[in-house]
């Protein structure tokens, strides 16, 4: 849940009449639509803005976490017994105490989280950008709750442990311990971490210094995992920054400070190769973590973006899975290339549970809002510090707080993330705006300067339906408005069909469509820029408030 005291009241409650939604619902179809038969699995394993994945095994159980950045709660946390079926169980920051997102843009704080376990008790060191740096927060129960952070001296970002025996170890992303020389020259650090005491100790060492082959200015060598495998130290890192030249190289070393020699037949992952104007592509594809199973088998998740044309994509950085082949001791996820299937041969492992809310495929779901607090996949932007909304009688009531874009607050706004690049969301909403600039409805947000809202609103003293878009502005553009009645409810659609949106209104049983066809592309990560997903859900705002 976002805040278990976001349940009360507020000032916002008591200065404005509360935006009420009765229900929210989500259909989403992929582009790309492919026959699955038994003991197989689809890609992705997690559908829309799951970015950065990293996984872990505890048994015969798999753990996974993902960046959230300035969104709340953040960190979320997936399990699975079989690699293919997730299940969120919680949020790994969830009170505003553990980490100040305020001023934060949406694509800035939590960035590439790893998560690992050590003696009872689960590690995930991360790294908030431009809010103190990096930290470690622990839990015993994966599901939460997890600690307040130790924050940790060094610089950089992408933190991993690796523990061997019962000492643990730091790796990850700093500057190179000369001048840069060039744009994206970055290197990867190790250091040991003294987990009892939650600090730094000894000396800190660079392992490698740009990439694979600094002669070549490779960029952005980030996202290290060490793992041991038959008498090598073996590191895996992205290059070439998380874009269309995105990758996954590797190195191994006798000695866990090295020296790193690189594999030959590097990169172990990347689909910068091939044709952009191949059907249904997948890109982008990085930045990951390997995992060996207790049948010895080996996997790879790692993230990748599924564009609806010409490298636009409105939904984000999503998790994918592939199997880990070894070949004269060293891993290949996908040879060069290959394209990343949709389709694949499932795991050597007994089949877990189906997850109640599907996060492959096409699906659906309804949310009536008739629970005690909302479910955990409702994510805000940055962190709440009153209450803005509560569940009441089957209803989500929003008060106001501040608009949309404004970096020193949290904006009334709760959303889901858009899955598929082909989605319809619809809501239920009653609500009379007041005053002019009044609005309630649904907002479909990429980033503080690229986002939309669709609802209602008064404008010069009447109560309109509007649209209203943003694109990497400060201020809102009015696209579309027409006069409409709120006595009763107003049910508002979304129907996205990768980078068109459709706006739809009913009221009182007519539907009517405010604006057709428009162009969102502003929402895409290629306009918007930064790394998330869109986010799509209940918005309210009085100004003034």
């Not at 009892?196 to 210094?209: C, D, H, P």
């Not at 989500?396 to 082909?422: I, K």
Request: hydrophobic content about 35%; glycine content about 10%; overall charge neutral.
């Amino acid at each position: 849940m976002l805040y278990a005291s976001l349940f009360g009241f507020s000032a916002a409650f008591a200065q404005s009449a509360p935006a009420r939604f009765d229900r929210f619902t989500y259909q989403g179809q992929a582009t790309e639509q492919v026959a699955i038969k038994p003991g197989e699995y689809r890609n992705p394993i997690l559908s829309g803005y799951y970015p950065d994945p990293s996984m872990t095994r505890v048994g015969d159980d798999y753990y996974l976490v993902n960046s959230s950045f300035a969104h709340f709660p953040g960190l979320p946390i997936f399990k699975s017994k079989d690699l293919v079926n997730w299940t969120q169980i919680g949020n790994a920051i969830d009170r505003p105490e553990q980490l100040d997102f305020d001023g934060r843009r949406i694509s800035q704080a939590v960035f590439a989280p790893d998560i690992s376990f050590h003696d009872g008790t689960f590690y995930i060191v991360n790294t908030c950008v431009e809010c103190k740096g990096n930290f470690v927060i622990t839990a015993k129960d994966p599901a939460g709750p997890w600690s307040n952070p130790i924050w940790l001296p060094f610089e950089g970002i992408d933190p991993a442990i690796y523990w061997e025996g019962d000492k643990a170890y730091i790796v990850n992303n700093r500057a190179p311990d000369e001048p840069p020389r060039y744009s994206g020259h970055r290197a990867i650090w190790i250091q040991e971490y003294d987990w009892r005491a939650g600090k730094m100790v000894g000396e800190s060492t660079q392992i490698v210094n740009g990439g694979v082959d600094i002669s070549k200015k490779p960029v952005w060598i980030e996202g290290p995992h060490i793992f041991r495998k038959d008498g090598y130290y073996y590191l895996t890192a992205a290059e070439g920054g998380t874009s269309v030249n995105h990758s996954q190289v590797v190195l191994r070393a006798k000695e866990l400070r090295g020296p790193y020699i690189p594999f030959e037949g590097n990169p172990i992952l990347t689909q910068r190769d091939l044709d952009p104007a191949r059907p249904n592509p997948i890109g982008s594809a990085g930045h990951a973590t390997l995992v060996e199973t207790q049948t010895g088998d080996w996997w790879a998740s790692f993230l990748a973006v599924r564009p609806y044309t010409d490298d636009f994509y409105n939904i984000g950085r999503e998790t994918f899975l592939l199997p880990v082949t070894w070949k004269d001791g060293w891993p290949m996820i996908l040879p060069k290339g290959q394209t990343i299937p949709y389709v694949a041969k499932a795991p050597r492992l007994p089949a877990g549970p189906k997850p109640a809310l599907p996060t492959s495929g096409d699906f659906a779901y309804t949310d009536e809002f008739d629970g005690k607090s909302l479910s955990m996949q409702w994510i805000g932007i940055r962190t709440p510090r009153q209450p803005f909304y509560r569940l009441s009688g089957g209803a989500l009531e929003l008060g106001s707080g501040a608009p949309l874009g404004y970096l020193d607050g949290v904006p009334a706004f709760v959303g889901r993330r858009q899955q598929h690049a082909n989605a319809t969301f619809s809501t239920t909403l009653r609500y009379t705006p007041v005053k002019d600039g009044d609005r309630a409805g649904l907002a479909a947000v990429q980033s503080d300067r690229s986002n939309l809202f669709f609802g209602l609103t008064r404008i010069a003293g009447k109560s309109m339906v509007a649209l209203y878009t943003r694109d990497t502005a400060d201020a809102d553009t009015l696209v579309a408005s027409a006069p409409v009645t709120t006595i009763g409810p107003v049910t508002l659609t979304i129907r996205a069909k990768g980078g068109t949106m459709a706006f739809d209104y009913s009221v009182g049983g007519t539907v009517r469509t405010l604006k057709a066809d428009l162009d969102v592309t502003l929402l895409s990560t290629k306009k918007a820029d930064g790394f998330v997903g869109t986010v799509v859900g209940p918005y309210h705002y009085t100004p003034g408030t």
